[in-house]
């Protein structure tokens, strides 16, 4: 998938999936979490992220975030016109507003992450952070390494079942079948990451010496125009919702 977002430092989008997520984190009103939506939708819209795409990412997403306001609906702070008892249930006006503002909040912690994280190359996401942000090289390329490496249990476990099932052990005992593998795929992933960890020793990976880097990871005028309009966004929800008398913090 091919956005505006590409031009952005992976380093950069994961600044502002964090500063995007401030007003979402810091309060609890249903005003802060509208119009960060609002916003985000209009951003999306403008680097041209496929809207199919995102819509199906949302539904996903409108499931766990429907969960969470229905507890929240349910079991929250009772507060204003109470509408439903029973038990230890009671709905009132202020879990009902509660629970809209969880599933806001939801929908743009999700949708934030997704769209600026789920495509980020991670070759380039650990250059940025060892050359940009400044963690220790063995760490972070450590880090590249297992990542790479984890697409490879899937594969595995695909190629284990195939065996399996050649020798006519597919078919019966799907509970022991499934602990039997999990347990070769454990032992599978361990050995391969220790014979991983020992040729990345003998290429000199655990030096202490300076690295040098083959892609330089560098900071555009793009990230710094994003930086303003998110600072800029979330000081809008922010003060959105100070004017609307609806700001709740999370400790109030």
């Not at 079991?75 to 109470?82: A, C």
């Not at 963690?135 to 490879?152: D, Q």
Request: glycine share 8%; net charge positive; aromatic share 10%.
């Amino acid at each position: 998938m091919k956005t505006r977002f590409d031009i952005l430092n992976p380093v950069s989008r994961l600044g502002l999936t964090l500063l995007l997520s401030v007003p979402i984190l810091i309060t609890l009103d249903w005003v802060s979490a509208s119009v960060m939506f609002a916003l985000l939708v209009c951003a999306f819209a403008w680097a041209r992220v496929p809207f199919l795409w995102l819509l199906k990412r949302a539904l996903g997403l409108s499931i766990v975030a429907l969960l969470a306001a229905v507890s929240m609906a349910l079991y929250g702070k009772v507060e204003g016109t109470v509408w439903f008892s029973w038990g230890l249930i009671t709905v009132s006006e202020r879990s009902v507003i509660l629970a809209i503002a969880v599933f806001l909040r939801v929908l743009v912690l999700g949708l934030t992450a997704i769209v600026l994280l789920g495509s980020v190359d991670a070759t380039r996401m650990a250059d940025g952070l060892a050359q940009r942000v400044h963690l220790p090289a063995r760490f972070v390329l450590g880090v590249l390494a297992a990542v790479r490496m984890a697409g490879l249990l899937s594969e595995d476990w695909r190629t284990m079942a195939m065996a399996r099932r050649a020798r006519g052990l597919g078919d019966t005992g799907r509970l022991r079948r499934w602990l039997t593998m999990v347990f070769a795929l454990l032992v599978l992933a361990i050995r391969r990451g220790t014979k991983l960890a020992a040729a990345m020793e003998v290429r000199g990976f655990d030096q202490g010496t300076p690295r040098t880097w083959a892609r330089p990871s560098t900071f555009h005028r793009a990230d710094t125009i994003a930086f303003v309009l998110a600072i800029a966004g979330s000081a809008v929800a922010l003060g959105s919702a100070v004017w609307a008398g609806t700001f709740w913090t999370v400790l109030s």
